[in-house]
């Protein structure tokens, strides 16, 4: 087993890595949309512009997905796999019925032609602004 750390990705909000390989697997710990070089503090997240009580100002969900598709490649690309051997995504969304349709949208733009499997959740919250997360796994 080996343990993967993406310079190219934002940090970890807790103690574990951006992902680890077993064999030619590769799980991926929860990916949000933060941007690399944001802390766990500052907001960081694309389309979020927030107060300085942290109430939301601006929100723009469509923003965050592109920006977990972007942190899940650079993960992914860190760990020596691609965006094609993804086999199984487990979305976390915190409002499904505002944000669902929207997601399913722009997730079909980045699957055309590989299409892992997936489960989509509501949650109430997340440890950061954000409004997703995914779980994934692929191979390497």
């Not at 697997?25 to 944001?38: C, D, E, I, Y």
């Not at 923003?63 to 086999?87: M, P, Y």
């Not at 409002?95 to 892992?116: L, V």
Request: net charge negative; hydrophobic share 40%; with cysteine.
């Amino acid at each position: 087993m080996s343990v993967i750390n993406s310079n190219e990705a934002p940090k970890a909000v807790g103690a574990y890595p951006h992902a680890r390989k077993v064999g030619n697997l590769l799980f991926l710990s929860g990916v949000g949309p933060r941007t690399a070089g944001s802390d766990k503090n500052d907001s960081g997240v694309p389309g979020l512009k927030l107060d300085h009580n942290g109430n939301q100002l601006e929100f723009d969900f469509e923003a965050q997905v592109h920006a977990v598709f972007d942190n899940v490649k650079k993960v992914l690309e860190s760990s020596g796999s691609s965006w094609d051997n993804l086999v199984d995504v487990t979305v976390f969304l915190v409002n499904m019925k505002r944000d669902f349709h929207t997601f399913n949208r722009i997730y079909a733009e980045y699957f055309q032609n590989n299409q892992p499997c997936r489960t989509t959740l509501e949650i109430n919250s997340l440890p950061t602004p954000i409004a997703i997360e995914l779980k994934c796994m692929a191979t390497v």
